[in-house]
């Protein structure tokens, strides 16, 4: 059963035609990646998803509701975690503080702190962290506060994009280690990373996009397999 559902999306900036009719569906459960090069409309795919960007045409479903003119605090509150490119965190709050933001349409405390020490499960770093500035944790580490606050909100869906960028493979190795169980325990993600092949090795089906357009869609290891990908995207 689709979870996720994209009909048809326009997105522009200005004059900037950015998304030229995308369509693509994440089932419940799955692990889909969205590949492409630089500017091909990956991230701008991701913020139609969470409102951040408008769509002018087409639509956005979401476990069977359309979402496409709700607000953002409405999509988050929903059950979409967004893991942003460059990962935004507050850099001047703590560790501590910018996963309880994460948590803001939250009201119940005691369940608050269970997830909080959920995340410490996924991230230890974290917990030894807890009330040093967020500005001052490497970039491995902010990467994971970056999930980490996207969890507090208790998704059935989480939007990633680009969890490697900046990170050293020993890093990467364990980001995606974690998306994996993430999904082993029932959470479906969409990813957007420049490691194409990383991606469709972790996911279960893959799209291609160029210029704002979907180009091809498969399951991830029939997309390793293609000679276009592997020349394009996986030299």
């Known amino acids: 059963m ?16 950015a998304l030229k009719g995308v369509s693509l569906s994440v089932d419940k459960g799955e692990i889909v990646t969205l590949i492409g090069a630089n500017g091909a ?17 087409g639509r956005v479903f979401f476990d069977g509701r359309e979402i496409t003119r709700c607000p953002t605090h409405e999509v988050a509150a929903m059950g979409i975690g967004h893991v942003p490119e460059g990962r935004r965190i507050f850099a001047r709050l703590t560790v501590r503080e910018n996963l309880e933001i994460g948590a803001f349409a939250a009201r119940d405390k005691d369940r608050v702190r269970a997830r909080m020490e959920e995340v410490f499960g996924y991230f230890p770093r974290l ?23 996207a969890l507090m909100s208790e998704p059935s869906l989480l939007l990633l994009d680009e969890p490697s960028m900046g990170l050293a493979p020993i890093v990467v190795e364990q980001i995606f280690e974690i998306l994996g169980e993430l999904n082993r325990r029932g959470m479906t993600l969409l990813l957007v990373e420049q490691n194409a092949f990383q991606a469709l090795q972790l996911a279960d089906r893959g799209y291609v996009i160029q210029n704002g357009e979907i180009l091809l869609a498969d399951a991830a290891q029939a997309l390793i397999n293609n000679e276009e990908v ?5 030299a």
Do not use: D, W
């Not at 409309?41 to 045409?57: D, F, I, M, N, Y």
């Open 41 to 57: 409309g990956k991230t701008t795919t991701l913020r139609s998803v969470c409102a951040q960007v408008p769509v002018r045409e």
């Open 127 to 149: 917990k030894e962290r807890l009330n040093q500035k967020a500005g001052t944790l490497s970039g491995g580490e902010q990467q994971m506060l970056a999930i980490g606050r």
């Open 230 to 234: 592997k020349e394009a995207y996986l």
């Open 2 to 17: 689709s979870l996720l559902t994209l009909e048809n999306v326009h997105v522009f900036y200005g004059g900037i035609h």
